[in-house]
């Protein structure tokens, strides 16, 4: 499966140290109902990319792009998942140095992109 484009739907603050996210998509229909609590990988776009460029499935293979296009990922666990309101939750720990996920939490704006690699595939990408 190829990593699955999803976007902000929504940010809050939850605690001083926690942010959670509400991401969407038109692939997390093909999730499993029960991913609540599954371990997946988030991809962000660098820095100096106007726009994130997502590894690829080809024939069994993930081909991913040349390294300065390459996106950064950080594992996570899924807070909540409605495969039918299409949403997923996700709570980020806001550590004390400002890495690339912190920092996507802190300014994710509604329809901010993000990738995703669906439960149980985390160590193919």
């Not at 999730?31 to 988030?42: E, F, V, Y």
């Not at 996700?90 to 996507?104: C, E, R, S, T, W």
């Not at 690699?117 to 160590?123: A, D, I």
């Amino acid at each position: 499966m190829n990593a699955l484009r999803l976007r902000v739907k929504d940010s809050k603050r939850i605690a001083d140290v926690m942010q959670r996210l509400s991401l969407t998509g038109e692939g997390l229909y093909t999730l499993p109902k029960d991913s609540a609590g599954q371990h997946i990988k988030l991809f962000f776009k660098k820095p100096h990319q106007s726009a994130l460029v997502l590894p690829e499935k080809i024939n069994g293979v993930m081909n991913w792009p040349e390294a300065s296009l390459q996106p950064v990922s950080r594992a996570f666990s899924v807070l909540n998942f409605d495969q039918y309101r299409g949403e997923l939750d996700i709570d980020f720990v806001l550590h004390d140095n400002l890495g690339p996920a912190k920092q996507f939490a802190l300014n994710a704006k509604i329809g901010d992109e993000v990738g995703l690699t669906e439960p149980g595939h985390v160590s193919l990408v």
